[in-house]
């Protein structure tokens, strides 16, 4: 079975400073690995993913991740936060096929001014 | 490019009353479809999805049930709303593929309360 896990429910973080966040994931094979950005009211967008290749993954709204097998990790990263990055980020996996993605109970990003 | 749709925006039912919301996509064919509900801003819960017409599978045993009676089309209904019905109600679409892996792509959202 394959499964996610966000293990911060809430990260804050000041206005131009470097933001991370965790996520690390499970499964039987090689993983395919996503990242999702929703704001109040909102859908969830879709940010990045990881396939394969390079394990640095860059994405939308210059948001980053990088693949770590040996720490079945997906970090999501910025290097410098803006205020309107607020809001709720999940982390979702997919093992193999035609199967639903797997999401992780999302992560709340504050950023203060 | 591809789209979806999903209506209405905003529903408030009486308890006991039915429901009925629907998604459509446009600019793909044969999509997967699905159907999740996020309570309390937070975790996504998967209630269906669906790979072709007619192919409907249920995550989670409830008074809701899914239809797709058309390739682009997905519809959430329910005889009887009942309290613990209320949320935000996602509607999303994917084509698997070597580059895509299953991206998945939503809707706006619907607020459903159950009063």
């Known amino acids: 079975a394959q499964s996610v896990a966000q293990p911060e429910d809430q990260v804050n973080v000041a206005e131009g400073n470097p933001l991370t966040v965790k996520c690390t994931y499970s499964v039987s094979g090689n993983p395919y690995l996503f990242w999702y950005v929703q704001y109040p009211n909102r859908g969830l967008q879709f940010l990045l993913k990881?396939?394969?290749?390079?394990?640095l993954v860059k994405g939308s709204y210059g948001f980053e991740a990088e693949f770590n097998k040996s720490q079945t990790s997906f970090h999501l990263k910025k290097p410098s936060a803006l205020v309107s990055d607020s809001a709720l980020y999940f982390c979702?996996?997919?093992?193999?096929?035609?199967?639903?993605?797997?999401f992780g109970k999302g992560t709340r990003l504050s950023v203060i001014a | 490019s591809q789209t979806i749709h999903q209506w209405p925006a905003t529903l408030v039912q009486p308890v006991g009353s039915p429901l009925s919301l629907e998604c459509t996509v446009e600019g793909t064919s044969n999509p997967n479809l699905y159907w999740y509900r996020q309570a309390a801003g937070r975790g996504l819960q998967l209630l269906f999805y669906s790979v072709g017409i007619g192919q409907i599978s249920s995550e989670v045993p409830q008074n809701l049930s899914a239809s797709r009676p058309q390739d682009r089309q997905f519809i959430l209904s329910s005889k009887k709303l009942l309290l613990s019905d209320s949320g935000f109600y996602l509607c999303a679409w994917s084509v698997l593929g070597r580059s895509t892996g299953n991206t998945i792509y939503f809707g706006e959202g619907s607020w459903l309360t159950v009063v």
């Open positions: 990881y396939i394969t290749g390079d394990n």
């Open positions: 979702a996996v997919l093992n193999s096929g035609n199967t639903p993605l797997v």
